[in-house]
DNA sequence: ACTCATAAAGTGAATAGATCACTTGATCTC
DNA sequence: GAGATCAAGTGATCTATTCACTTTATGAGT
């Protein structure tokens, strides 16, 4: 009846996503080449590259070249930052940790409330390894942060919380490369795990806030680089490499969304 | 200089986010046509139409065929849903309404501090406008949070939200279209919208919980269908009417009138 | 046997040039 | 002036190739 009202390509791309389901694919297994495919639903190769880019920009499917094409890792995921973000500003980044501010805080008091038990190892152990190089402390951060979200056994609670630190990424990794004190970072950390391992979900509630709070602080200090000079900056201060491949089960990379490059950034923003 | 590693048709997607953001595109306006982005580029149609598609998946731009191609929705959004999502079981539904449940009594509790006075006076309206067709409730109903999470006065938040209830918002109309009280959803609203109204920071977020609580009370009665079946029974029962796929334009604003003759929507002119 | 270079096959990346379908707006009736 | 008609522009898709990269099996050379 109302089947094909979408285009070739979309439906397509919803075939696929069906494949990947029906055959129980998981991040990391390959998928059938374009030629099979094209073979398969009698369209031609542009047309299931077209489905297939569809796919890849929500991290559903990954290409490698001259190797395949792999389920990625956004195929069980159900929030997700866009990957194609214009200008970030000291207020972009500001709303961020704000809003980080009204959402966390609650996520930690579930957290303490549930405690999946696998999830607080793992808090633990993002807590207290303690104080590494430059670039792996915020991804230590990160780490703590998705595993205290991990806690509260809502996996949707886990993926808005991964999905709220890849927006502004790069901004956030500039911005505590520069003005974050680690070592703060790290005993609030410890704090709040403390909390949850004890169920005080009050505390870790308040806990949170606190050390949110004091992140804003360093966001306010921080005389970002306004728009247009923005370029430089990060592309040498932050390598592309921040990528995926170490750590084991829930890493999904946080920062290595996109690294744009291209130049001529002539615009101001507003 | 810019370490391409990138795929031809991705940097061309950030050059074409480039020019959104440089010639201050907002939604609706029209992008160049694929031929002249081709020429543009000097790559050809194929390559332009991946990089499209990609943008196209996040709601960048949106294609209407035979007229041209539009900035869509999705530019000046930072958090989506993801709209290639496999099988929904009534646990997915209980995981997202549990979520929920942590999340938005803070954001209300958040709104009812800043108080936007323009979204303060959305909500009025989405909690005013009362008892409409079948459909239109859960409409309302979105408007209602959304505009909650507005009043707030960070966009971020509101982006959470919105994505939040874009996640499955099939299996929730479905679940709302069979089993939620309709009348005491809207009592709700008015109770939630009164405390935000008066600055009742506490008020607004025990009464958000409690709503949501309800919300969470007629989904665990649902006898939603399981997994494996759901292959045709969802094709058949949930006609894909005011599902995901015309969630987004609610945003913007200009297209939402369209879909029901039901007329009364405040009017979100420009 | 073992190591290492190398060739072959498979795959993604991109090109080139067309054809068809749809929308839109201007022209042409009536 | 209202409606039918037509042509230009645009997206959607096809057919046919070529190039670049990865992987693997082959086959020296040691």
Redesign the pocket.
Known sequence: MSRSEL???EHLADSIVEIIRTERLVPGDA??????LARRF??????V??A?RRLEATGVVE???????YVGPGSERRLLANPHLPRGSRESVLELVEARLVLEPAVAAAAARTRVPEAVARLEAASTNALHPPQESLRQSVHFHVALAAASGNALLREAVEALLQVRAREQVEIRHRYNDRARDHAEHVEIFAAVRDGDAEAAERLTREHLGSIREAVLAADFPEVGAEDEGRADSAPEEAGARDAGPMDTGAADAGATGAGAETGVAR
Chains 1, 2 share one sequence.
């Open positions: 285009s070739l390509s998928l059938a080449s374009s030629r099979d009698d369209v031609t190769t542009p047309t590259r077209e297939l290409f490698r070249h001259g190797s395949g094409t």
